[in-house]
């Protein structure tokens, strides 16, 4: 009865968000609007001379635009405890710890309730879209998604990184039960102390309720794939804990063995289909279909930086759709995918324009008057002038700045995302990449997505052979003159000495930007050097995060490893097999 009254109407959410993108100016105004109201107290925004005015325009004059650098004395404050309202109106009980994989370093950004519903009415709004098209029954969902350990600061907040946030919080579970995605696996095995573990247990569970799952998601894409290569090693042993109906001795924390006993029991059947189905299988082609026959799609975040996890997900997947999952930060949410049926690489986020203030900050504009004055590139040097919601234009390329309703004013977000169009009058985006994350020596300039296009394009040689990139991430080694790119890969399995020096001239030569190429041209750039690693080597970094307090859940294999990120730095250059130097040029 009570789960009968919790499921959601779909159309009715559907007609509220065609309501409100008709409308996105105004409501951005409210929204606006609302937020300044609510904070006006907070010391940060009193500085800034509002007055108690709440119009786009005061608001662009008064508050400047800012970084997580800039805001941190303050988010520091809220961490440790202060009594006066700093940032938000209410007090911040909670702090999220962004995962930080880019930076080397997990951020503080202030969470609260307001934004817990926001991250309801995304996930109900592209529930609404996506069950149109793909209509999951009454069934369960194997979700890989992991919560870290809760601890607090200073000041006696919260602080645990934005997804534990959501996945501990009760409206979560009941978001999850109302869009019929219920996760298979007891909250022991979510909140369990080591991923590991919690991975295992998953796959377990997954198997156990094998006809009812009606989806495999996770937060981003790149769980999904080491769950089922984790699968690939341990299915075995997962088949002889079904057959047993005894929990392998691998599994050690107590509350996770419990919740785990009272769903394992006995199923030599069980067990025996498995089996024949992994050794019918040619590669593990088709792996996710097979175990889960009533799978209706595979859902996560796909695009950006878990665009490279894609092919391997494919081969998994078989004929099973892959749907991305909405685009959102620990800072806040920004569009939800209401065209479930693009495949990931043209899937585009329509921004809600009630869940924040948004503003855009137009590259080409800004790239070309800085380049004209220096030559030479640096943005966060020029004088940016953004623009509304509404009057980005199609086809432009603009870095994002949030206004939440956690305490973050005019932020930059530092993603760049390009407008592929409109729905009704909200923007529809597509991520491009972080723009922080750029090779560059001196005018070249080579972004997130310049690399993943080079790597691509290096990787189908080895593919000949049957092999593929497991993980690659990029540096640049300006410890000799001339500098040069440096790209790490991990790789499938053993690849000739021939085939490596091809992808490595290959990777040389896929990077087309001009200042790249020019400078390569007149040796201003050395030769761009292959460094391959040993096979777990990524895994090491992953190892290295969780320890910094980030989790899996969150986690995305820094592209670009820059100088402050010693240690990371260190695991791949401890780690390199073979490395070649390109002959391209
Ligand atoms: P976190 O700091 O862990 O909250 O990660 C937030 C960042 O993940 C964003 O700023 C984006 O760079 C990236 N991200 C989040 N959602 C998406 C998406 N749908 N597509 C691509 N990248 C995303």
Request: net charge negative; glycine share 6%; proline share 5%.
């Amino acid at each position: 009865m009570l789960e009968k009254m919790e499921i959601l109407d779909v159309e009715k959410l559907i007609g509220d968000f065609e309501v409100m993108t008709k409308d996105a100016e105004n409501v951005q105004r409210e929204t606006l609007k609302m937020i300044l109201e609510e904070n006006g107290c907070a010391e940060y925004l009193q500085n800034m001379g509002l007055n108690g005015r709440t119009d786009p325009e005061s608001f662009k004059a008064c508050v400047p635009l800012v970084t997580h650098k800039d805001l941190e004395p303050y988010i520091q404050r809220v961490a440790d405890g202060a009594f006066s309202p700093i940032l938000t109106g209410k007090p911040i009980t909670t702090i999220s710890l962004s995962s930080g994989t880019t930076q080397g370093k997990p951020k503080f950004v202030p969470f609260n309730n307001e934004l817990m519903e926001t991250t309801l009415q995304i996930y109900h709004t592209s529930f609404a879209f996506r069950n149109r098209e793909f209509p999951i029954e009454n069934g369960k969902a194997l979700q890989f998604i992991y919560s870290s350990k809760h601890s607090k600061t200073k000041g006696g907040l919260f602080a645990g990184t934005a997804t534990t946030n959501v996945f501990r919080n009760p409206q979560f579970k009941k978001a999850m039960t109302a869009m019929q995605s219920e996760c298979c696996s007891p909250d022991e095995v979510i909140v369990g102390p080591d991923f590991h573990q919690s991975l295992y247990c998953h796959l377990l569970c997954g198997l156990i309720f094998h006809e009812e799952i009606q989806l495999v998601s996770s937060t981003f894409a790149h769980s999904i794939v080491l769950a089922f290569r984790t699968f690939e090693q341990v299915w075995e042993e997962l088949c002889d804990d079904i057959r047993e109906g005894v929990l392998t001795s691998r599994i050690t924390f107590p509350s996770v063995r419990s919740a785990m006993a009272k769903l394992l029991k006995p199923n030599p059947e069980l067990a025996d289909l498995i089996e024949k189905k992994c050794s019918r299988l040619s590669n593990w082609y088709g792996l996710i279909p097979e175990l889960f026959p009533n799978v209706k799609y595979i859902y996560g975040i796909m695009t950006g930086s878990m665009e490279p996890y894609l092919k391997k997900l494919r081969h998994y997947a078989a004929d099973v759709p892959l749907i991305s999952a909405d685009y959102g930060s620990s800072e806040g949410w920004i569009g939800a995918n209401i065209n479930p049926s693009l495949p990931p690489e043209s899937t585009t986020y329509a921004v809600l324009p009630n869940i924040g203030y948004f503003e855009f900050i137009p590259l080409k504009e800004n790239v070309e008057g800085h380049m004209q004055e220096n030559g030479n590139v640096s943005f966060l040097s020029t004088e940016p002038k953004p623009v509304g919601l509404t009057e980005v234009k199609v086809g432009e390329e603009y870095e994002v700045i949030i206004t939440s309703f956690a305490g973050l004013y005019r932020y930059r977000l530092g993603d760049v995302v390009k407008v592929m169009g409109f729905h009704n009058s909200t923007p529809e985006l597509k991520f491009v990449c972080r723009r922080n994350l750029m090779l560059t020596i001196n005018i070249d300039k080579n972004t997130e997505k310049d690399l993943q296009l080079a790597v691509e394009e290096a990787a189908k040689l080895i593919a000949e052979e049957k092999r593929e990139v497991i993980d690659f991430s990029s540096n640049v080694d300006v410890s000799a003159d001339p500098g040069h790119y440096v790209i790490f890969w991990e790789i499938s399995g053993e690849v000739s000495d021939e085939v490596l020096k091809e992808c490595c001239n290959c990777l040389d030569r896929s990077f087309v930007d001009a200042g790249y190429v020019s400078s390569r041209k007149v040796k201003a750039i050395g030769p761009l050097e292959l460094r391959v690693v040993w096979k777990g080597t990524f895994h090491k970094i992953l190892d290295h995060y969780l320890r910094l307090g980030a989790v899996v859940s969150q986690f995305k294999t820094p592209r670009y490893v820059g100088p402050t990120n010693n240690k990371v730095l260190q695991i791949l250059c401890d780690n390199v097999a073979k490395n070649y130097f390109s002959t391209a040029f």
